[in-house]
């Protein structure tokens, strides 16, 4: 476990998570298959993203994100008051796994701990509904085991922040068969591209289309069968000469056949051509532009 003690959302920090290598607990649940649907992404988005191929899709004008932000400070005092700790934010290196923590430190009897801060928006969000009954949400459940796995301590808690008033202390413990879990899910990402978001179309319009175009594929497959046909009975009528009919022209090439050079012992000083293959012919159609049209 490397801590690295750099601010949350700056520079450094963006460019440090731009590593497409990097395998950060914020993208556990995406890992997972259990992001809510109002994060916008999948494992195909972020695929893309460690590809380069898009940019980030967080918003940090989101004002649920920008409540975070605000409050999270608030919120890890509130926490550090409760618990008679000073914890500070740190991001954690293991490997290739990155999580970056609201809070980290030493208590009065010398363990470690570390906090996940959340701050919704109201009583009425998921997070604090769930959490209200000793729960955590999947998507943060996940952020969490990750988050063991990179920097593990004595205690971890889970803490939803609405104010001073407001808010509950969840303790969390990664099992070891759910940090297991979670490494395979990540070389399963690595391994191969995930599937594209396919959107699922049962309009009419869609139907028709679909129909006409599979139709069209099965005929042409018949098509190509006959048309083989056709050109192989075109050809032995046609012989072995150059033959105009009927606008159509069918010519017989012939070419060297290409030298074997791995039946040859020693290159040097031997003449090749007594290692050519023997020639072939082909037969080539065409057709003129007045029977095309």
Known sequence: MLVKNMDQGSLEWHEYRANPALRSASEAAIIMDCAPKYWNTSKRILWEQKQG??????????????????????????????????????????GDYSASLDGHGIDKQGQSIKVEIKCPMSENSEVWKLAAKGEIAPYYYWQMVHQSLVVPTEQTFFYVYLSDNQCITIPHIASESDIQALKDAWDDFYASEPEPDWEDRTDDDMRILVERHRDLVQQKAMLDVELKLAEKALKAEAGDGNVMAFGAKIQTISRKGNIDYSSIPEIEGVNVEDYRKPGTSYQKIYHGKEVIQ
């Open 53 to 94: 191929l898009r940019g980030s899709n967080v918003d940090p004008s989101n004002p649920a994100i920008m409540r975070g932000n605000r409050l999270e400070p608030k919120a890890r005092a509130c926490f550090n008051h409760s618990f008679g700790v000073q914890t500070e934010p740190v991001v954690g290196l293991e």
